[in-house]
């Protein structure tokens, strides 16, 4: 399986790659905000999307809608890994296009979970 | 409605610590809370975030270098440049004031909060504009002291 994670804090992508290492997967690409992944979309092939909300360019609202709206993007699952736990925040990541979320801080087992959850939608 | 202040710190107490455990997988001991606006916390890095709504104002962490080294190869299993590293106390500072902000989306509507900024430097302070509450609650982490910081309005006045 092969990611796409979307975070403007280097920190919190190393975090994510170095959780998923544990869990046994090898593939990942990188991206900073949204716009640099919807760039990264014409790399190959991405099996699950993992995107933060709070980045600056293009945030992780707007970047899974752009990514809805693309032939590559329409039925990527999509994880948004992020502080924004409020009721409201999920109705509109939801509603975006987001697949599941995830909230920060999280465990290895919680980010497990998601992503079955997602994959097995998909 | 927002909680009384003393349960304010115990908001942040356990968001700063949920955090702690959580994601860098150290124990945390809260010490002493500081009200008002004489307390100057000894620090090299300070992570602030904004935020915005029902309430304003800002969360900050203040730590030194050492502690950040520490705090960063706990949480990332590498040692990482100077760069890294304030990404890092930028990033921990925005789950602090995340967790925070989830917690407090209890008592009222959920606020906006900024992306996190980080300054590095020993001899400054952070003074508010506003007259809005200000409270430190003071942390050790091993040997090292943490400090998290609160500036909180509640109301739409702006707090920094």
Known sequence: MRFLIV??????????????????????????NGREGLDRLGAGQIDLVITDWNMPEMNGIDFVRNLRSTPHGKSV?????????????VAEALKAGVNNYV?????????KEKINAVASQA | ??????????VLVGATTDVFETMIFRQLQARETTWGHAARPKSQM???????????????????????????TAMLGIEI??????????????????????????FQDAWAISVPTVTVGSDFYIKPISTGDRVIVGFT???HELFVELIITPDAEAAV
């Open chain 1, 7 to 32: 975070d403007d804090s280097s920190t919190m992508r190393r975090i994510i790659i170095n959780t998923l290492t544990k869990l046994g997967y090898e593939s990942f690409l990188e991206a900073g």
């Open chain 1, 77 to 89: 699952p999509v994880l948004m890994v992020t502080t924004n736990a409020a009721n409201a925040d």
């Open chain 1, 103 to 111: 909230v920060k801080p999280f465990t290895a087992d919680t980010l």
């Open chain 2, 1 to 10: 409605m927002i909680p009384a202040t003393a349960s304010l710190v115990d």
């Open chain 2, 46 to 72: 300070v992570g602030s975030v904004g935020f915005a709504g029902s309430s304003t104002g800002l969360v900050a962490f203040h730590l030194s270098t050492a502690a950040a080294r520490e705090i960063t």
């Open chain 2, 81 to 106: 440049d100077e760069e890294g590293l304030a990404d890092a106390v930028g990033e921990v500072t925005n789950m602090i004031a995340g967790a925070f902000r989830t917690r407090m989306a209890a």
């Open chain 2, 141 to 143: 982490m091993d040997a």
